[in-house]
């Protein structure tokens, strides 16, 4: 390969100076590449000055061939007010043949050249690529990597079982009536047991104790799916004890409402310590029974 280095100076608009020409004739026997181009400007007073630089690499097919073909210019005078052509003589050229292949690569500084090499004066300008296997893809191979492929595959799948889950949800919050007071039974009992701390904040026991008992009964009424009148303190026990709840919880359960009941009732009044120890209670039962039931 050859490189032929075009130098262009002038004055006026050096940035859209066109590429010089090679005969079209004599371009038959060469190979080209795209020309790397380089714009100096070097004063700007009284007008714009400059040079550009065209870096043209050419590839010669045949040992036949003895001249590089001329090469044209044209550019407008603005003087004569007319286009204006210059010519260059072709060039003498002498290709020796050689029968050892030998890899283009860049000159290093101070290193020997053997025939056959070509020395390549700028790094921009390489006409061949040479040893194309060293060429890696640097990306992620995702046949090599099984886990990241698996889950690339997955995600989609999860998304979709997501929303038929959250679609098949909201279809039996809005059609099944139990199904919907089971899964809303704790947030009602947390609003219950909200209510029944404020009534504590204010010094009001009596309200206190019958929010508290609601919280309890209508949270058991709701995981049921039975009407609140069909819960009370009477036949509480039983039924829980027939829906396999624990023993332990029972008697906490049993203790809370027996305590309310006490609270409510009675002519002396519990402490304030008393009475956030049965609060306290009552929010561990409703816990308890929320996982039991």
């Known amino acids: 390969p050859i490189t032929l280095t075009i130098n262009i100076r002038g004055e006026g608009n050096i940035q859209t100076i066109g590429e010089p020409i090679l005969a079209p004739e004599g371009m038959n026997d060469f190979k080209a590449y795209n020309s790397e181009t380089k714009v100096t400007i070097t004063d700007r007073g009284d007008g714009i000055k400059g040079e550009k630089l065209f870096n043209k690499v050419i590839e010669p097919q045949s040992e036949d061939i003895s001249v590089i073909p001329g090469i044209s210019f044209s550019y407008f005078d603005p003087e004569l007010e007319k286009y204006k052509t210059l010519i260059h003589d072709p060039i003498p050229l002498e290709i020796e ?3 050892i292949e030998t890899p283009i690569r860049l000159s290093i500084e101070g290193a020997g050249m053997t025939k056959g090499q070509v020395k390549i004066l700028t790094k921009d300008i390489l006409p061949l690529m040479t040893d194309l296997y060293s060429f890696k893809n640097r990306g992620i191979a995702l046949y090599k990597r099984p886990f990241l492929l698996s889950i690339i595959f997955i995600i989609p799948i999860l998304i979709v079982v997501a929303c038929i889950y959250v679609q098949r949800q909201r279809e039996l919050l809005h059609t099944d009536v139990g199904y ?9 009992a947390q609003k219950h ?4 701390r404020e009534l504590l904040q204010l010094d009001n026991p009596s309200e206190f104790y019958v929010t508290l008992t609601r919280s309890i009964l209508e949270h058991i009424a709701d995981k049921l799916n039975v009407t609140s009148a069909a819960v009370t303190s009477d036949n509480i026990y039983d039924i829980l004890e027939k829906r396999g709840v624990s023993n332990d919880v029972i ?11 006490y609270g409510r009732f009675s002519s002396g009044q519990l ?5 956030e120890s049965i609060l306290d209670t009552a929010e561990k039962v409703i816990m308890h029974l929320e996982k039991q039931l």
């Open 97 to 99: 043949h050689s029968d």
């Open 180 to 188: 919907a007071r089971k899964k809303r039974a704790m947030a009602h």
């Open 193 to 196: 047991l909200s209510n029944a």
């Open 251 to 261: 008697k906490e359960l049993r203790q809370c409402l027996e305590s309310c009941d």
């Open 271 to 275: 402490s304030r310590e008393q009475m």
